[in-house]
């Protein structure tokens, strides 16, 4: 049986995310968490890949203790496991330590639970928008990785090959690849499902399981946490709201309000800018 993981990241939700002006960092207290955009198309294809064929799905994350909603919301879904992986040594890593620790954690999870033949990441997360983390944990693994996900054509499991459609900025690549393999979700993957209420009350019940510092044996402190992360943001800030200028334009029947409108487009020279003619 194929055995997929799924890294998913709990994020502040983007519409409501704010920068502190003194330390330049996001401000996350208040501020509403939710599962990654991207991460969720990636659990949807497993999901689909398990309805289909028939596999595990583990889900983990690297996180604060509260990111435990994120991945039961993801059992909800229909995944198997998740796996929350938490450590205040973890904290303020940049992509290259969480890469670091991801890998391991999915190394972790294939001694438990069985080889991993797929791996799916979304291709970026909304707060750090880097699309760094998913190839990163692919070289780590030595897997093919396939970015920019937005379809698989074919999935073989006897074959051990998948197909997919790659969205690059020249168009698209299709891709056959061994597994197993790591692949970062588009949004025109897929449409996420809706949980279940067998899969909510199995949620509400569901206890992660949860790893700490200690149970990584081998586990390299120096690449971890701010001690491992060279990346060094020296400013981020929100910038300034351009004015918007309004102009009513009115008329007493439909062909006023065009004459009037095509006037004042004259006498503001914004045809000639737009290369219309005078």
Request: hydrophobic residues 40%; glycine residues 6%.
């Amino acid at each position: 049986m194929l055995h997929i993981a799924v890294c998913i990241k709990q994020v502040p939700d983007s519409r409501e995310m704010r920068i502190d002006p003194k330390t330049n960092t996001l401000i996350r207290q208040g501020v509403p968490a939710i599962v990654n955009y991207f991460d969720l198309h990636g659990l949807e294809e497993a999901l689909r890949i398990k309805d289909r064929f028939g596999a595990r799905v583990t889900v983990l994350t690297m996180g604060p203790p509260s990111a435990e909603q994120a991945l039961k919301q993801c059992i909800s879904m229909g995944a198997d496991e998740a796996v929350l992986v938490t450590d205040r040594a973890f904290a303020g890593a940049d992509t290259l330590a969480t890469s670091y620790v991801v890998a391991m954690t999915i190394e972790k999870i294939a001694e438990t639970w069985g080889p991993v033949d797929i791996v799916f990441c979304g291709k970026q997360t909304l707060d750090g928008d880097t699309g760094q983390v998913g190839p990163g944990v692919a070289c780590r693994l030595d897997m093919e990785q396939l970015t920019y996900v937005e379809k698989v054509e074919m999935l073989d499991p006897e074959r051990r090959e998948i197909i997919v459609h790659r969205h690059l900025e020249d168009g698209v690549e299709r891709v056959k690849a061994p597994l197993p393999v790591l692949i970062t979700a588009l949004a025109e993957l897929n449409r996420p499902r809706r949980a279940s209420l067998p899969g909510v009350l199995r949620a509400v019940r569901y206890e992660p399981v949860v790893w700490t510092t200690n149970d990584f044996p081998n586990l390299d402190r120096s690449k971890i946490g701010l001690r491992g992360s060279p990346t060094i943001v020296a400013k981020s800030w929100v910038p300034e709201p351009k004015p918007v200028h309004t102009v009513t334009v009115e008329g007493a029947t439909p062909d006023e309000v065009a004459e009037n409108l095509f006037n004042r487009l004259y006498e503001t020279d914004l045809p000639v800018k737009l290369g219309w003619g005078a």
